[in-house]
Structures are given as C-alpha cells and as structure tokens.
C-alpha cells in the first residue's frame, strides 16, 4: 500500500492525548476531536458500503426474503403498479411509486454521507468505524423496508396515493437531511478561514440550535421510518435518536466546547438556548 495511503495513527494518538475532555467522553464520543489526521482509506471504505446500501434496499423492496416472511406467517403487500415517470431509469426499476420514494431516500442518504465524508468531514475515520457506521445505516434501513413490505406493519395499506404518512414523511426527510447538510457545510466553510481559528461556529442554521446538525439527523432518521412504517414506527425511531443525541452525543460534544471555546460557548448558549432541535429541545 502507497505510504500516503496509510492513517498517521502517530497524530490520531496525539490528537486524542490533547483532547481535554474525560476519558468517560472520550470513549462516549464517535468523532476523535481536534484530529485532522488523513484516512482515505476508511473514508473510501465508508462511501463504497454506503453506496452498496441502495442495492440492498431496492432489493428488499422488490420482495427479496418475503418467502421466508411468509413461511413464519407474514404477509406481504402486493408489489403494486410500477411507476411510470417517463425517466427510463427510474421506470425499469419496476418499483410502484411509493416503493421508489423510500428507494430514493436510501439513495438520498448515501449520498449526502458521502459527500459528508469526503468534502465535509476533517476528522480521521479508520476502517473499522466506516464498516460499523455503514452496517448501523444498513440495518437501519432495512428494518424500514421490511416494515413497509409486511402489511401488518406498513404505511401503505390505502389504495390512494400519495398517502398522508408518505407526505409528511417525504416532507420531514427532506427538511432534516437538508438541515443536516446545509449546517455542517456552513460550518466547514467557518473553519477554513484562518481568521476563525480557535472560534465556535455560531451563524446560519446554527443560531436556531447549538447541535442542529444532530437535529436534522434525527428528524430525517423518524420520517424516514415513519414513511415506510407509519406514525408508530416514526415516532419510535425518532424518539431512540432524539435520547441518544440527548444523553449521550449533545453531551459528550458540550464538554469538548467548552472547554475549547471557553467564553465563546458559554456566550453561544445563553443566546442560543436550543440544543438540538429549535422550539423543542
């Protein structure tokens, strides 16, 4: 392998050795905090297993395992009419139109963590953790296809469409994946000017939430499942990401500012009084 193919771990060991925070938040905390060490290969593993996703989910939704679902006695919704938008690639997917949305919200997050991690991200992400995150994405959109293909447990069990949780749903999707994107592109663009240095990124859709970027992830993450399970399903989903972000990742990102900004972030929350989702937390 090319030398400059391979992770400086020497500065990943460095970076994690200046972090000020407790080993307690260390080990709570995915990213490595102040380390800008490169990993193209962990990052190049993690687009590739996020690309393969698509393929796994429109598998799924064209009936991949319903013989064993039907075999422990779970039915199935029919396949339903395929679409016909005119578009010959989307057409030969032979997907019913509601099939093809919740493919398209695969396909949406894949790409937006790809980018992600590619143009967005400066932190190091070795192999091991874009295997683990692309599994935890996989699995998590593959209990929303399945949900949505077992008729005792999907959205779509009306013949009109679109459905109402398709429509709040696909709404919700696209505003939180958007949020989440535009925040931390905002962020990014902050950081490269040198004159920021050493300051907390406080403008754009961060004055609305000192954690949006997470808020975004979980409202995208809720009606991505509610789309294909319906409300239950969505407010589960949504509520399991909200408590995680809530006890674990705002947190674990809270001591790290602060104790990095100082005076900074202890302005930043008394004039951004929302943590990770405006009007609500």
């Known amino acids: ?3 400059n193919l391979i992770p400086n771990t020497k500065g990943y060991d460095e970076a ?14 995915l990213i490595s905090r102040g380390d800008y060490t490169p990993t193209p290969v962990g990052k190049l593993v993690f687009v590739l297993a996020r690309a ?17 679902l039907h075999q422990i006695g779970l039915r199935t919704l029919p396949p339903g ?31 937006k963590q790809g980018i992600w991690a590619v143009a967005v991200s400066g932190e190091p992400m070795n192999v091991s953790n874009a295997i683990a995150i692309s599994v935890f994405n996989t699995v998590f959109n593959s209990i929303n296809s399945y949900a ?10 009306e013949s009109d469409f679109p459905q109402p949780a398709l429509l709040v749903g696909g709404a ?14 905002q962020r990014k663009r902050f950081k490269m000017d040198t004159k920021n240095k050493g300051k907390p990124y406080t403008g754009g859709l961060w004055s609305f939430a000192r954690h949006i970027n997470y808020g975004g992830y979980t409202i995208w993450r809720g009606a991505y499942a ?3 399970g319906g409300w239950i399903m969505g407010a589960i989903v ?25 005076e900074d972030w202890d302005k930043f929350k008394k004039q951004t009084k929302y943590r990770l989702i405006p009007g609500i937390y």
């Open 1 to 3: 392998m090319p030398s």
């Open 16 to 29: 994690r050795a200046n972090d000020p925070r407790s080993e307690e938040s260390k080990k709570k905390d």
């Open 52 to 68: 393969i996703d698509p393929f796994i989910q429109y598998s799924i939704l064209q009936g991949a395992g319903t013989g064993l």
């Open 81 to 111: 009419i395929p679409s016909s938008t005119g578009i010959s690639a989307l057409d030969g997917l032979g997907l019913s139109p509601y099939r093809l949305v919740l493919l398209g919200m695969a396909v949406g997050s894949a790409v």
């Open 148 to 157: 949505f293909i077992i008729r005792a447990t999907s959205a779509s069990l």
């Open 172 to 185: 919700l999707y696209v505003t939180g994946l958007l949020t989440e994107f535009i925040s931390e592109v």
């Open 226 to 228: 509610l789309t294909g």
């Open 238 to 262: 949504g509520t399991f990401f909200f408590v995680d972000f809530a006890r674990r990742g705002v947190p674990v990102l809270n001591e790290y500012c602060e104790k990095r900004y100082g």
